[in-house]
């Protein structure tokens, strides 16, 4: 659905900015924001002075941490950029802003190419179905090889993705662009910080490649509009309107994908890419169709992009501002919403008032006085809002699909310094909980320590320091040590019959299960479990029938070897009875949690550990070395490829308990020359051997 090109949503364009680490995002940002005139000097990532990167670590580490919101001008089309981090440790920050955004731009370096991260992003993109622009950066720096980058895309990203423009000369030599749509050659004047643009002829030595490079580009849209096939088969010439049409039908399909090259810290390339966004990534009007499930009967139901629709939005993040409090995201996908006015949380059913709405600008804010269907803006002071939540009217009864977001793998002991910051670190650790999704906080229940649980050392490392600057709270922190789950490995049937008085009143409930292990691939989407009732309502009376499955999912929460939480289960209700007098919920619940404990006992339990996918660059000299250490470490080797001419790139899965210190190892083994990426994969059963090591340890610790 194209809609009214006339409309303002036609004019709307939500875009992400995604990459590996150091692939240029930052940058790429921070001069958009300066060509569109929100900016009126550049900041730069290695200066600490970034717009987007507003964070105190964020500008110490020179790494994006928080993905930043801003909204600039282009033509006459309204820009909402998110500019996403690109290190695994913050993969919540990324999947939570493709969940929201129409388009995105994948920022590939021109000299590294294809990394490890940049594949997580791009199927993260996949997931949600998100039209994507390829912009190929650092094209000025020495090793940049634009046909290379774009044959390892072809190769292990997709083959749908076509230069639309191609650079004229490359490393110091690199001076502009040709692009195949125009065939003009594009400078970009230094004196003006690359301001200004002067329009040329192709130079003659180009003209062959270019010509050949357009011939390439119109056969692969051709499919995409029948008049251009006609003209491109008649060798007529194509009208650069319709060429500019065929690209956009094909990139809004996710059936072609333009790339773009340029280097953005020499200030070339960017109009193009501005110019690219407009023209070819969709509007709010042009992604169609928002689909979601009524609450109760999980009815699929969808909606129109109306701004006179019924209001419909979904939370995607939260964040505790020092100035404003508590501020919730939210991307608007139906009707308006006024300041002043309520919106029911479909999610927990509770009605609350809006009384500030706020357009973000990274950390700056303007007041809103209201968010039309496309945007995205936040709301203050809602307290009762969580990521993932939907938001409505209360006229349209929907939820909107949550995020997927992965488990934590790694856990670290925390303790206050002092009694005053005792009492402030709950309080802190609740808020930081609130805002990242991948950040958990519990109790252990043997040592009473608190463990707070994340993606990777780094991302505790930035949970401390900001206990520290934002909240004014010193703490101990103990090594890290990995989080690890349990499943069992038969089947197994298990029964309770729970007779009591309990305040005078008879309780009775009488279960039984049969537990059977499952394999990852035979749960549903996202599901840890799976919980199957097969009673009438004459056994067990359906009002009994949620309590149960609640509390046997529950159960589930505290295995039997170290009291952590049980996966890749399957629960079946095979059997139970029930008094009309003296069964309660209450008693059904006690029932099921007792039996699930017991039938988990029975069941062979074992220990799964995180397997992490961990990628190695190294010099061909080391790569021996180091496939001998990973294999050291229980390590299988996935892939081992050609990276350029004189290194190769090495994937393994190995399990993280093996992986602390790795940094230090590598050094090592390389002379500091390879470099790796960490990224959590799956879990895994533990060998025998590793669990019997483990328990001792767990037991030993607390005799």
């Known amino acids: ?97 493709l969940r929201v955004l129409d388009g995105a731009i994948a920022v590939f370096c021109a000299v590294s190419g294809v990394e490890p991260q940049s594949e997580t992003v791009w199927h993260q993109a996949d997931r949600y179905k998100v039209p994507l622009l390829v912009y190929i950066n650092k094209m000025d720096r020495i090793g940049a090889d634009y046909e290379r980058v774009v044959q390892m895309i072809h190769e292990r990203l997709t083959p749908f993705a076509h230069p639309i423009n191609i650079p004229i000369g490359k490393e110091d030599n690199f001076e502009g662009v040709i692009d195949l749509i125009s065939m003009q050659a594009w400078g970009f004047d230094p004196l003006t910080c690359g301001y200004d643009v002067k329009l040329s002829p192709i130079p003659d030595n180009m003209l062959e490649t270019a010509t050949y490079m357009r011939e390439s580009l119109l056969e692969a849209v051709s ?28 990139t809004i399909a996710n059936r072609f994908i333009p790339v773009l090259c340029g280097s953005s810290l020499k200030n070339k390339g960017l109009q193009l890419l501005l110019d690219a966004v407009c023209d070819f990534l969709p509007s709010p009007l042009d992604i169609g169709l928002t689909h979601g499930f009524t609450p109760i009967e999980h009815d699929s139901i969808s909606i129109d992009a109306d701004p006179h629709g019924p209001f419909v939005a979904l939370a995607f993040k939260v964040q505790i501002d020092k100035y404003v409090g508590r501020l919730v995201y939210i991307r608007v996908y139906s009707g308006t919403l006024k300041k002043g006015g309520t919106v029911l949380n479909q999610t927990n059913g509770k009605r609350e008032r809006v009384s500030r709405m706020l357009q973000m600008m990274s ?33 349209i009864d929907i939820l909107l699909s949550k995020m997927h977001f992965p488990d934590s793998v790694i856990s670290e002991a925390i303790e206050p310094k002092t009694k005053a910051d005792q009492e402030n670190l709950g309080i802190a650790l609740g808020r930081l909980e609130e805002e990242d999704p991948t950040f958990k906080v519990h109790i252990d229940k043997d040592s009473g320590q608190t463990l707070i649980s994340g993606m990777g050392e780094l991302h505790l490392d930035i949970i401390v320091d900001r206990l520290r600057r934002e909240f004014g709270v010193c703490v101990n922190v103990g090594n890290p040590h990995v989080s690890y789950k349990e499943t069992i490995t038969r ?21 039984q299960f049969r537990l059977s292990p499952l394999a990852q691939k035979d749960l549903p989407d996202e599901e840890k479990n799976l919980f199957i009732n097969h009673l009438n309502e004459f056994t067990i009376p359906t009002e009994y029938w949620k309590a149960i499955e609640e509390a046997a999912i529950n159960a589930l929460n505290d295995g039997p070897l170290i009291s952590g939480n049980v996966e890749r289960v399957k629960i079946e209700l095979i059997d139970g009875d029930y008094n009309p007098v ?89 002379q500091g020359r390879a470099v790796y990426t960490l990224e959590f994969k799956k879990y895994e059963i533990c060998p025998s051997n590793i669990q019997n090591a483990i328990l001792k340890r767990i037991r030993g610790y607390f005799e």
């Open 1 to 97: 659905m194209n809609g009214d090109a006339d409309s303002p949503l036609s004019k709307i364009r939500n875009i992400g900015i995604m990459a590996h680490i150091d692939a240029g995002k930052t940058t790429t940002t921070e001069r958009i924001l300066f060509y569109t005139g929100f900016l009126h000097r550049m900041g730069e990532v290695h200066d600490g002075n970034a717009f987007t990167d507003w964070m105190e670590q964020e500008r110490e580490r020179g790494i994006t941490i928080t993905s930043a919101t801003v909204t600039c001008m282009w033509k006459d089309k309204q820009i909402n950029i998110i500019d996403t981090p690109g290190h695994v440790d913050f993969t919540a920050e990324v999947e939570r802003s």
């Open 491 to 511: 089947e197994a049937v298990c029964g309770e019959t729970f007779v009591r008085d309990l305040n005078g009143k008879g309780n009775y409930a009488s279960v």
């Open 223 to 250: 499919e995409f509009s029948d008049e251009l096939m006609m003209l491109f088969l008649e060798g007529k010439e194509v009208p650069e309107s319709l060429l500019r049409e065929a690209i956009r039908k094909g």
């Open 582 to 670: 003296d069964s309660t919920e209450l008693a059904f619940r006690i029932a099921t949690g007792i039996a699930v404990g017991k039938g988990l006992r029975t069941a062979s339990p074992v220990l799964m550990e995180p397997i992490m996918l961990l990628t190695v660059l190294s010099p061909d000299d080391f790569v021996g070395d180091i496939i001998s250490d990973i294999n050291s470490k229980r390590g299988k080797i996935d892939v081992m490829r050609r990276h350029n001419d004189y290194q190769q790139e090495i994937v393994a899965e190995v399990p993280l308990s093996e992986l602390f210190g790795y940094s230090t190892r590598i050094r090592s083994i390389s």
């Open 363 to 395: 950390n700056r804010k303007n007041d809103l006085d209201n968010l039309h269907a496309g945007d995205i803006g936040a709301v203050v002071g809602s307290k009762l809002l969580m990521t993932g939540d939907t938001l409505t009217d209360g006229n």
